[in-house]
């Protein structure tokens, strides 16, 4: 079988080894996402004569898929890799908005907040509605995310519902746990604690846009009050208990704020939650509005993160500049996976729900709780797959599709494209993964 590289690939610059002088390459096979270090002379003949390589150095970049098949149609293949794993998915994947409120008035945000929640006769239809899905196939497990709005506003539908879900996954075999999106402001111990004992969750994320100076620019409250006080010590409270549970942080970026990302890096390191956070960046995007417009431009904010996962690392903090493989993309993808609102809504999309701009009725939605959901509305978003395969969009022809899946099925179909990062960065987050692992072998010379 005649081998060549692949075109799901990405290569570091040169980089020369400290210690033996040898000049290297970190390669990047995105189809496994797996790395591998190659002198220069072995990557120069992946690229020219691949059958001239050592054949334990051949089986080895065949396994990860940076060898392939000279005729390999690897678009199909990726492509038919993700529909296959959404076919086989054990996950259901379930989404509650319990509350259309919200206590902050972010600048960015696309969303029309009132005073509405999920009213017991909604909470009814939707465990009904989950219990039939459960019924349709056999699922190993829930994967319950509560979201907003700001769901902890929410708490009273979280306590009435979460042990009925709960209880409906049991009674179909099926593991449960949970996530809470937030922006962390009602985030308290006691509310963490019962999260995470009480209603199963294993995974909580917060947000914050910055040190005070600019985050409270940004999230303030509707009233024009700071935030940034509050949710840091709630974080800094969450992330030192001894709960099981992970804390990520999200830091979200645009031209207004990017100068301030390395003194909150600072605060956090000062606080010592290294071994206890995940923190990553995120670029301000369209929700619906034109937020996207005050992003910075792509190459710059790439340039930008890598400084600041560097930082990071030099923190002290765990750092994963390299991504995983991504088949399931999104709910959008997953044909049972569904999202209720406050009104009773459903979606597939977690952007959709409270944006003006979609029209009332929500042009996004498809269908509602009581009445189910209305036959051919998931598929303006749920054949993303097949519009990538048919060169719909860009993706087709990208080296990061294996590991971005795509990125947002919404933004391609409203003419955004949403390319990460890695598009931009990712060699140079390979010296920095590099970097890292070095780093990391240092500390712990037995590694």
């Avoid at 075999?173 to 985030?187: D, E, P, Q």
């Avoid at 009104?343 to 944006?355: D, H, I, K, S, W």
């Avoid at 003006?356 to 009445?371: D, L, R, T, W």
Wanted: proline fraction near 5%.
């Amino acid at each position: 079988m005649a081998l060549r590289l692949s075109r799901y690939h990405v290569v570091s610059p040169v980089t020369v080894d400290e210690v033996d002088g040898q000049a290297r390459r970190v390669v990047f096979a995105t189809r496994s996402a797996e790395v591998r270090i190659l002198d220069e002379a072995a990557w120069q003949m992946v690229v020219a004569s691949p059958e001239s390589l050592p054949e334990n150095i051949t089986g080895d970049l065949a396994g990860i898929r940076l060898l392939v098949d000279d005729h390999e149609d690897e678009l199909h293949t990726v492509v038919k890799e993700n529909q296959q794993a959404i076919d086989s998915s054990g996950c259901l994947s379930l989404v509650v908005t319990p509350t259309a409120q919200c206590q902050l008035g972010c600048g960015y945000c696309g969303q029309e907040h009132s005073a509405r929640w999920l009213s017991p006769q909604h909470q009814d239809a939707f465990v009904r509605h989950v219990e039939r899905k459960l019924a349709k196939r056999s699922y190993k497990y829930v994967d319950m995310c509560w979201f907003g709005a700001e769901p902890l506003v929410g708490m009273s539908v979280i306590r009435a519902l979460s042990p009925r879900l709960r209880a409906a996954a049991e009674r179909h075999s099926c593991s449960f746990g949970a996530r809470v999106i937030t922006n962390g402001l009602a985030l308290s111990q006691r509310v963490a604690r019962e999260l995470v004992l009480e209603h199963g969750v294993v995974g909580i994320d917060i947000t914050l846009d910055g040190p005070a100076e600019y985050h409270d620019t940004r999230r303030g409250t509707k009233a024009g009050k700071p935030t940034f006080q509050r949710v840091f010590a709630n974080l800094v409270a969450l992330a030192k208990t001894d709960l099981k549970v992970t804390v990520k942080l999200r830091i979200n970026v645009d031209g207004s704020n990017w100068q301030g990302v390395s003194q909150l890096i600072r605060l956090l390191a000062e606080a010592g939650l290294q071994e206890k956070l995940v923190c990553y960046f995120a670029p301000i995007h369209s929700w619906g509005n034109e937020a996207h417009e005050m992003a910075l431009p792509a190459e710059r904010y790439a340039a930008l993160e890598v400084e600041w996962y560097a930082e990071l690392l030099l923190a002290g903090f765990k750092v994963g500049p390299v991504p995983s493989r991504t088949r399931i993309v999104c709910l959008a993808v997953q044909p049972e996976g569904v999202l209720v609102d406050a009104a009773g809504t459903l979606f597939n999309c977690t952007e959709a729900p409270y944006v003006p701009s979609y029209g009332e009725p929500n042009s996004m939605a498809i269908g509602n709780v009581v009445s189910g959901e209305i036959p051919g509305r998931r598929r303006a978003l749920e054949t993303f797959n097949d519009d990538v395969m048919q060169g719909k969009y860009n993706c087709a022809s990208c080296t990061m599709l294996p590991v971005c899946g795509g990125a947002c099925p919404k933004l391609w179909r409203e003419g955004i494209a949403p390319c990460p990062s890695t598009l931009h960065n990712m060699p140079q987050r390979l010296l920095l993964a590099l970097a890292a692992n070095r780093t990391a072998h240092s500390a712990n010379p037995r590694a």
